[in-house]
């Protein structure tokens, strides 16, 4: 018989894992999991835990299995158009909420928006805020819009590949998680990212020339004393720190993640007279 017990157990896979394949499927938590492991699957929902089962072992990240990641408390969509959000890029998020706090109305970018997890999470906590989000993939907003739509956010989505498309205006504060490892990097192919979209991932390039193209384009789109934070890769903090000087930046500073490591980078942008 094909119990909850003994389908976790010739799973093969970590049993968190297996629990949360499990889990999915069947609708139930883990507590139910434990107290009716012995309760037996149906054929129907057998067949489909077995496919994510393969799926796993075959190495696709649990994030586009399930269909969904947890971000700043929140449940994001997420499928293979989009980056899954990571626990390092709250950081981005806890500072844009932390500048944004005491500005009523103040307006938003999200650059390269992806899933949206960025804006929607700023939207989230700063309802207060007029978030816009762009990004080139048309797939990847639609996702985006999605997650908008689900946990009641309100951002303006806009397909644009970074600046080029987006319409007339100035914002206090721009953010974006842009693609930042350079395109030589061994990583590209181990672990998640081998089934991550690649542009969202690497700029094809030395990592540096998205976030190039952002920071030299941001003062045309920022008010006067607005903000640019960008998150960068672990060894990339002092080049980007002196790219925003370069590019007429002050108050430039990095700050560091959880592990210590400076993962993202900003500076605010100041209008001589």
Known sequence: MNTVRSVI?????????????????????RAWMIAH?????????????????????????????????????????????????????????????????????????????GSGAIAVSVAHYCPQAVVMASDKSAKALAVAR?????????????????YEQLPVGKFDLIVSNPPYIHHADSHLEQGDLRFEPPQA????????????????GAGGFLQGGGWLWLEHGWDQAESVRSLLMEAGFTNVESRKDLSGIERISGGQWVISE
Do not use: C
């Open 37 to 113: 492991d012995s309760d037996s699957i149906a054929a129907e929902r057998l067949v489909s835990i077995q496919e994510m089962f393969r799926r796993r072992l075959s190495g696709e990240p649990m994030a586009y299995i399930l269909g969904q990641r947890e971000f700043m408390g929140l449940v994001f969509k997420t499928n293979a158009s989009v980056l899954i959000p990571r626990p390092d890029t709250e950081l981005l998020v806890e500072t844009a909420i932390e500048l944004l706090q005491n500005q009523p109305g103040a307006t938003v970018l999200d650059m390269g928006t």
């Open 201 to 216: 991932l690497t700029d094809f390039s030395d990592g540096l020339a998205a976030i190039r193209k952002i920071i030299a």
């Open 9 to 29: 157990a010739q799973s093969g896979l970590p049993l968190l894992e297996a629990r949360m394949i499990v889990g999915h499927v069947l609708n139930v938590s």
């Open 146 to 162: 999605e997650n908008a739509q689900n946990l009641g956010a309100r951002v303006v989505f806009v397909e644009s590949d970074w």
